[in-house]
């Protein structure tokens, strides 16, 4: 049977509340006293138990994650740089999957608000209305990891995805492409989707390059599928575009099975920079040349972020993380 509280406190003869007081590192005891304590604890092989710790000192030491798609390569690091922190500060994580059309995010917000959580990491959705005003009740901090919200004052950690998509579209400038199209995410995402695209579109401008929303095929996210099933749309209008830049690594990737379908060579016949970094941007043949962000590192500055708000009670300022290209073997050098 498991040691007690009250067995701690029977080997060190000392009160529970003493035991109690030094497990939550409150003060009223001596130096001999918690050696006492500790040597009991110790000796016994005690583990406090988290929910009675938690009524004791109203702290649960634990964080809400929330997710829209745990199984993609972007979240597990977003979340491996969440964990270490959050373990290095002796927190524990409950993870979220909200789905990507957010069809449990509800559910999920009342059961980490049950759960009492002390704040909450929303990662790469987009924030409503209805979510905002179930976390304001809450009262508890809320840091946002890949996304910010225009709407509301939330602290973010992010790149800047405008930003990111000119340097990635200057890149295959440098390297000699002038007929350039773009496969991006929706329309309508003001968060991701629609500054991804005008990123390209300012490149194409800045540098004095035909740029039309003729050359931007909008899709309905930024996976595989939507990489794979908008290549020949978009090279039908037009055909002799040597360069893709894709809203994600993901898209890259259907982007190039496709054009190995279509037999198109890449990069001989046609250049493809993905977004993200992600590990498959390795894997797949030929390796991808992408725009990095720094995800295991946004995980960390966000849950840093996050641990500050709940330490100090006060709101964090949001950090725009950097990004970088990474060159690999998908775009070719034109004289």
Known sequence: MASTIKDVARKANVSIATVSRILNDLP???PKTKKKVLDAIEELGYQPNAVARGLINKKTQTIGVLFPDVSSMLSSEILNGIENIAHELGHSVIVCHTDSSGKRTKKYLQLLNEKRVEGILYVSEVMTKEY???????????????????E???????VNDRSAVFSATQYMINQG???????????????????????FLEALQHFGLSASEEQIIYTNGFAYEDGFNN?????????????????????????????????????????????????????????????AQPLYEMGQVGAEMLFSSIASGKTVESRIMPHRIIERESVKKIN
């Not at 809450?138 to 919200?149: A, F, H, R």
């Not at 509301?152 to 992010?158: H, T």
């Open 152 to 158: 509301f004052q939330l602290p973010y950690v992010k």
């Open 177 to 199: 492409h002038k007929k350039l199209g773009m496969i991006s995410g929706p329309k309508e995402d003001k968060i991701a989707g629609y500054p991804r695209a005008q990123g």
């Open 231 to 291: 290549l020949e749309p978009l090279l039908s209008r037009f055909p002799d575009l040597t360069g893709i830049i894709a809203s994600s690594d993901d898209v890259a990737v259907g982007v190039i099975s496709a054009a190995y379908k279509l037999g198109i060579k890449v990069p001989d016949q046609l250049s493809v920079i993905g977004y993200d970094n992600i590990k498959i941007a390795q894997m797949i043949i030929p390796p991808l040349t992408t725009v």
């Open 28 to 30: 009223g005891y001596s």
């Open 132 to 150: 905002d005003d179930i976390m304001k009740k809450m009262g508890i901090p809320v840091v946002l990891i890949s996304t910010e919200s225009l």
